[in-house]
């Protein structure tokens, strides 16, 4: 099955599952990943610190319903997982309207939509839902509310992917697993992550690479504080979130800023020939705020499609599969691997013949480098390569020196490494 | 009274005073100032050497006129004093026109306008008059002119008013009192700082504040040879001058180009939402000259309505009281006080739980955040607080990487250091 | 003879030689500037190893042409030597129009244009005609064929021009001169790097001046091996090309980017008046490739008017005497000059007067300084020289932190140099 019809089934069967940031639906999730990836899944107790925060007790839910007195179920959580506010608090009950109104949450605007809401560490119970439906309630009416949850001790769970190289130095992959059924928040960063570490598998590595799959926030504050040892080895990595909508693609920096991972995204993102943004860091949007904290300040980027929070269909019923592109989870899944591709490359070479230019004609360099402006372009890439490989450009410095797109610069780097002019620095 | 009216009042009183870069103008102008702030006066004696100057003949002058033979007072110094030359030598005689007339001066263009002009250190005399008074003179007749000065041993003026804080660390600010009756260039400035000196006199006050008030060149030269040792303590400054006219605000760089006086003024400005403009630093102008000379290079900035020189009024009779507006006043003193209030609370601050985000939720810090788009802005601002909070970021530094006004952040530092969670770098 | 005069003279002499990388057209060129010029001519053996590269045997020719059987030349090098693929190996033979017609090259979309080929690694021969002259070849015919050239172990001849100045500090001018009949593109630069050499001979010099003639590339490299020792006293230099064509001036800064060279150029350009262009330097265009080799790295950079290869006329038989312009070449010969003019006097003062301004007015620095804005700006400029003579900036740093011209800036230097207020700073 080609990595796109994957991606697409991966997404539809993880549709359902209801997951929040402890509970089964997590641990079912994994479970699915599993299957086609190496994958590690740890459990952290409720009750365990993890840097400022406290595991809480953990969220399952089987049922949930709002029936009017003739038992007619107006609200089913078995039709849509979003209508319970996540972490709901367990409840069986019959009350009047006046009452019920308190704990009933629509989309303003959208009367169709079902929005997604939480209350993770306040403890409440709420039902989400339409407008419409919201129409449909007698305001003088008594109704039947159940929420069959438990919020009991047991554990917050995340999975880690590990995928070791020729260094162990480390690229970081990140995606949240906290999300119910939203198809582009959540489930397409997961589908791009797989794929990618599918791809990665069988891939030769210079880098080991290092995917994490945890619950926003307190779950990546997990894996943070169980892993602050390994921290060091982490030279790149990226957020993945919101990579399966039909918007072109943003690149949100890390808080270095012009980090190697800034740098290799605005470089294929630039030569892509696509619409695209780059945009700054901020302390706010996705897991990419606990690898950027002030204490950890890892050299991770986030890359989107759609800005979380900027697009109609964003927490809401909308986020379904079909607001997902198989179209653009292919061009997501494609730039990151490009992105990839350039890291693994991206080394310093030396020219042995410094001074003056070599003589490329009686080394052959000038044959098969095909016609007109390719020629050129391949030309002025040997070129490139000798004058700034001086020991303190990498390929990627050069490439952006001489306006030329990475892979030219790395085939010309090539071309001369197989003669005597040019070495690799070992680094 | 409010300070716009005790600024207009004493634009007004200060107006008639004859002044000059020595004299009982100065004395007469600081001995008013003295009645409402704390001002130390000195004089530096005629003869005196400061830095590569010295100090002249002191100047007073009590009458002047050009009459014609009937006795009438075609030119009167009483009505005006721009009449006469600053520093005029004196005289009294009878001479024709055609000798007079090499030492009349208008303003080209503007018929009705006396221009203002001095002689300091270029012994001669003269009159300033307007075009229309000077169309009256009979070339053919003869005059009686008369200017009862004097040029005698005596001493240069100047006022310093000082207000201690918890640091010896000083804000330095300067206004010129050499002017005659001009009203924005000059009389505008001291009445700011005045302003300015009363409203920090009964603050809290991190910073110590000197206020100098002191004739233009020479004057600022002879404080700065007279102090020295005591220039270190001096962290930001700005010269006040041309406060008053209704131009927007427009800020000079000190030569530092980017001191935190210089940062303080363009945010302030910025987040004004009032038309302003930033220029360079330039060794022209104020006594900013003097304070950025690259023996002294002091972080001193001046902030200016119009700029000298390039609105018509300036040096002529046409910058009198009605071009001094009073809305203008207040908001020249606003936006200083706003710029001293940021200097003061410009501290840098430590994350205590640099590793992840803390949890804000359980520490009460999203409670009372408001609504909507504020209360966005105010979460937004504790995030960035604790994510620069790194030891080596100011709140001006977070500010600006924000894109918040600095209140904003300030706001959000209090409430964090309220909490466990931030702790202010003592330095 | 004004220098536009001899420059064209010059150019229209030197024409018709038959120049390549080594032979008697090199050597018969320099012999020529050597009558107006002091040059020191060098010969590098066949065979002498020159950094990377490895100096050919020599090439020389005589006589060539493609005859039709009634012995009617159709080709004659006599008339054109572009008609010779410059290094063609000799040839005498009768072959059939298809055996033939792989050596012929032409000028696509210019009729009546010859282009220029060479082929100097490549041992083979070859034919440069106009499209017009292919198509009267009758493709059933058989032609006699001659090419009466050599090769044979000879040398490769260079030039050197030093002109020694107060200082050892070098000024390095380099052109190419192994170009054929081609006027803008090789004799362009000759002609004034001659002028240039001409006019600073019979002037005060403070840097050494050299100037170098070789052929392109291997000519540049071979001076450069045999000069290693010297380039550390190189502290500017420029290459010289296609300085006679009507277009403006387009400066390639050196591989420092922001060397006193590239400042130089800049600076002076700006304030020509003139339309310009400034761009980055790249592995690409004349000899500038080899002394901003990585292993040389100095700071010259290369001024043209049309840029090698943006020109429809490049490298072809309309590169001929009509497309040099006198008017360009003045101009060009006198950017120069005023380049090496503000280089000879970019020196670094020291304010001995630095706290506060110093009197202007008893030295008499105000004197002379002409009217209105001519005047503002000597004023200007004397506060500049003054507020940034600090020992760290240099004249032509104050001028264009003041955005005034070199000129204004050097001449209130030497006023203030006159008087105690500024010193020189001995470098």
């Not at 305001?139 to 919020?151: F, G, H, K, Q, T």
């Not at 080991?208 to 390994?230: D, H, K, M, Q, T």
Request: hydrophobic residues 35%.
């Amino acid at each position: 099955m080609h990595s796109v019809d994957r991606m697409s089934a991966l997404i539809t069967r993880l549709f359902p599952i209801c997951r929040s940031i402890t509970g089964n639906g997590v641990r079912e999730t994994l479970a699915i990943l599993r299957e086609t990836i190496p994958l590690q899944i740890d459990e952290v107790p409720t009750g365990t610190k993890v840097f400022d925060w406290t595991i809480p007790r953990e969220w399952n839910i089987r049922d949930a319903y709002i029936k009017d007195t003739t038992g007619k179920r107006l609200i089913d959580f078995q039709k849509l997982n979003l209508h319970v506010v996540s972490y709901s608090t367990p409840l069986r009950c019959r009350m009047p309207f006046v009452e019920l109104k308190e704990h009933l949450f629509t989309s303003a605007g959208n009367p169709d939509w079902v929005p997604y809401r939480t209350s993770y560490y306040n403890e409440s119970w709420g039902f989400c839902l339409s407008e419409n439906q919201l129409a449909q309630f007698d305001p003088n009416a008594e109704y039947d509310v159940c929420i069959d949850s438990s919020l009991k001790d047991g554990s917050l769970t995340y999975g880690e992917c590990f995928l070791p190289g020729e260094t162990p130095e480390e690229v970081l992959i990140s995606s949240h697993v906290c999300h119910p059924s939203l198809a582009n928040d959540n489930l397409s960063g997961i589908a791009v992550a797989v794929a990618l570490a599918e791809a990665l598998a069988t891939a030769p590595r210079r880098y080991s690479y290092r995917f994490v799959f945890a619950p926003g926030s307190i779950g990546a504050i997990s894996w943070l504080s169980r892993n602050e040892e390994r921290l060091q080895m982490v030279r790149h990595g990226f957020v993945l979130t919101c990579v399966g909508d039909s918007a072109g693609i943003t690149y949100k920096r890390s808080r270095h800023f012009k980090a190697e991972i800034d740098r290799a995204f605005l470089h294929i993102l630039r030569h892509s020939g696509e619409p695209h943004q780059v945009v700054n860091f901020s302390p706010y949007g996705y897991d990419e705020r606990q690898y950027c904290s002030p204490g950890i300040d890892l050299p991770v980027g986030c890359m989107m499609r759609s800005v979380h929070g900027t697009f109609p269909e964003y927490h809401t019923s909308a986020d379904n599969l079909d607001f997902v592109r198989p179209e653009s989870l292919v061009n997501s899944l494609e730039q990151c691997l490009q992105v990839i591709n350039l890291l693994e490359l991206n080394r310093t070479y030396l020219n042995n013949s410094p001074k003056g230019e070599p003589q490329l004609g009686k080394r052959g360099l000038y044959q098969g480098l095909g016609d007109g402006s390719t020629r050129r372009q391949h030309e002025l890439a040997l070129l490139w390569v000798l004058n700034l490989s001086d020991g303190s450009h990498s390929l990627l410095d050069i490439a952006e020196e001489a306006g030329l797109p990475f892979a030219t610069i790395k085939d010309a780097a090539d071309a001369l490494a197989r003669t005597d002019l040019l070495s690799l620095v070992q680094s």
